[in-house]
């Protein structure tokens, strides 16, 4: 089945994937509830009501919601829930219990690795987390911990003194002079280390490339070492290409 929309539904947000000839052509990244703003992307992009629309979730209450107004704009509405539909093979204590976006981002990440090569798939959004894809291609599992902004505010709310810092740019590794600049430097270069102590620790003596996706990307890369592969759109792409490996 070859999708013309497909969607991922993030815990704070949703993206949307305009495809066109074989590829992801358009994304938009939407808020929750933003129905004013879904109709017009609707538009913008001449979708009618025969378009094929293929979802993914990890928000079942923002799911609900948006299944409901799509249910008036769309016939063809698929919603992904079954690992089985990704042709992905796991090496996992639990697989039932792998997140579909993290097995649709390493799947659509074997499409950019060397073949016979390891490599880890870092999803950098309201959760960090570090996947390892080994050399033939099989999800092992990886780390999960909260990314930027969920640190920040965890940091606060559980504080008494403590204020809730956004960090907009790379941090350097330098002591922070103000408060505000040392809880950054904290939260950026946890992330950083956890990174990095995964890809030194998964037992391989080569440096394993790292592809990485999700809104935190473009700030953690400056701090991370070569082989770094951006690719905004990996969970989008292994939607489509688990949506057209579908009859």
Known sequence: MTPHVVVDIGNSRMKWGLVRGGRIADTAALDFGDRGNWFTRAVEWCLGTHTTWVIVSVNPTATDEFLAW???HADGISLLEDRVAIPLELDVETPEAVGLDRLLACHAARKYAEK????????????????LVNANGVFCGGSILPGLSLMAKSLHEHTAKLPEVAIRKPVEAIPGRTTEDAIRAGIYFA???????????????????????????????????????HLPDLVLEGIRLAAEARP
Do not use: K, Y
């Open 116 to 131: 016979g090569r390891p490599f880890l798939v870092v999803q950098a959004g309201t959760a960090l987390v570090i996947n």
């Open 191 to 229: 992330a950083v280390g956890a990174i990095l102590t995964l890809r030194a620790g998964f037992g391989h003596d080569e440096i394993l490339p790292i592809f990485i996706t999700g809104g935190d990307a473009a700030l953690l890369i400056p701090a991370l070492p070569e082989p770094v592969t």
């Open 70 to 72: 799509l249910g008036q």
